[in-house]
């Protein structure tokens, strides 16, 4: 009676100890799930708040004028001549033709006003039409100019509450004007991806940033990659276990976690301080951005290295193959999608950076678009960045555009790493 009492209560215990177990285990997994969910809910927040303010940025308000290209106010005497063309004054073509829309206007303080309807990108409008067609030259054409940025965030806001911005009284009664007769409207911001940077909103495009970027990478690469497979070939395949080579392992773990600033504080004390290399260029970013590169291709290129059987090694060096040729026909192959994999990833990462780019000088402004690894240059994040500082509405709307155009460079190289391992990936 005492035994099946006994046994009767441990049971019990044991069931009361599981039934604990499995709610602790519930809870565990709930807390994971919310936490999975908050994550998602958060990010997907952070996208639709980038998505909703960069969205605008694809399009530009353009307001139509009926433009005389008077000789005289363009102070051209031979179209054919393209100095001529490029020092032409399109600026008074433009106030006179606004002059005309709204001839009540008078005073030197409405004129400005009404002369900053239009972006100062209309020059350069005007000179490609005469350009394209010389015989325009003293003749009057509808086009349609580049309105000033406080005029394109007035006129998106429309229907909603509307964005005054700097914009007067009457400037607000002169757009409600080309409003109401149909001279105002929006079309595709073709210039956001085919300029460069510029003081001006309306202006601004990310091509230079986009191409720094593209030449940058590429310095990263042509150095990062072949320096760090040959380090990862020579640590798992030549390399005695010592304590030298313990402490080249460490090192190459601890500089994978060392702060990017810190790289960037090395590149300005070696690159520029010490060779007297320029400031921001390509090819300086890119030598900075392969240092702090390096120590991820070593640690994915090493992890592929020692995922290839020993069994292939052996089959290959039984068939007469010499250590060299082991390595370079069985083992590069079979590790390659997994070098590939880390190295993308690690560019990636590099993509992302702004701080040690930041240290080299790569925060300046430029317009030009660079051509070469020499030519002075900024990178997307450093855009970004320069944007999130200024005051203009529209420059908010191009920083989250940016962020757009850079979020889907991002993506794309992941899924790159994805879609290079799945081809090369060989089972054994």
């Known amino acids: 009676m005492t035994n099946s009492t006994e046994k009767l209560s441990t049971n019990q215990l044991v069931e009361k100890g599981l039934k604990k177990r499995y709610r602790a285990e519930a809870r565990f997994k709930a807390y994971g799930m919310i936490s999975v969910s908050i994550g998602l809910i958060a990010l997907l927040a952070l996208f639709t708040e980038i998505i909703s303010k960069g ?17 005289d106010l363009l102070e051209i005497t031979d179209v054919t001549d393209d100095t001529q063309l490029r020092m032409a004054n399109y600026s008074a073509i433009i106030r ?11 005073g030197r303080r409405e004129k400005r006003s009404l002369y900053s309807l239009v972006s100062v990108g209309g020059n350069y409008q005007l000179q490609d039409v ?9 003749e009057t054409k509808s086009i349609w100019l580049l309105a000033d940025d406080d005029v ?22 002169w757009i409600s004007s080309f409003v109401d007769d149909k001279h105002l409207k929006k079309r595709f911001n073709s210039g956001f991806f085919t ?22 990478l590429v310095v990263t690469l042509a150095i990062s990659f072949p320096i760090g497979v ?81 069994s ?63 030519d002075p240059a900024t990178v997307l994040p450093v855009q970004i960045f320069l944007w999130a500082d200024s005051p203009e509405r529209a420059f908010t709307e191009r920083t989250s555009a940016a962020i757009m155009v850079l979020l889907v460079f991002l993506i794309s190289m992941n899924l790159a790493a994805v879609w290079l391992r799945k081809k090369l990936e060989r089972r054994w």
């Open 130 to 138: 005469l350009r394209a067609d010389p015989k325009l030259l003293g």
């Open 152 to 173: 394109d965030s007035y006129y998106k806001s429309l229907g909603e509450e509307a964005y005054l911005g700097r914009l007067t009284e009457n400037q607000v009664t």
């Open 55 to 71: 969205t605008p940025a694809f399009m530009q308000t353009y307001v139509q004028l009926e433009v005389n290209f008077d000789a």
């Open 230 to 310: 040959a380090a990862a070939i020579y640590l798992e395949e030549y390399a005695k276990q010592n304590r030298f080579t313990d402490f080249i392992e460490v090192n190459i773990n601890n500089l994978a976690a060392v702060p990017s600033v810190i790289f960037g504080l090395l590149g300005l004390a070696i690159f520029l301080n010490l060779f007297g290399m320029p400031r921001s260029i390509p090819l300086v970013g890119g030598l900075v951005l392969s240092l702090m590169t390096l120590p991820t291709i070593i640690i994915a290129s090493r992890a592929a290295i020692k995922s290839v059987p020993p």
């Open 195 to 216: 300029s460069g940077d510029s003081a001006e909103p309306e202006q601004a495009g990310i091509l230079g940033a986009f191409l720094g970027t593209l030449l940058t």
């Open 96 to 106: 006179k033709a606004l002059i005309e829309r709204f001839p009540d206007v008078s």
């Open 312 to 374: 292939i090694r052996q089959a290959s060096l039984g068939m007469g193959a010499s250590k060299m040729q082991m390595i370079l026909h069985h083992v590069l192959p079979l590790a390659m999608p997994g070098m590939l994999t880390g190295t993308i990833i690690g560019m990636a990462q590099a993509l992302g950076e702004t701080a040690p780019l930041l240290m080299i000088g790569m925060v300046a402004f430029i317009a030009d678009i660079p051509s070469n690894v020499t």
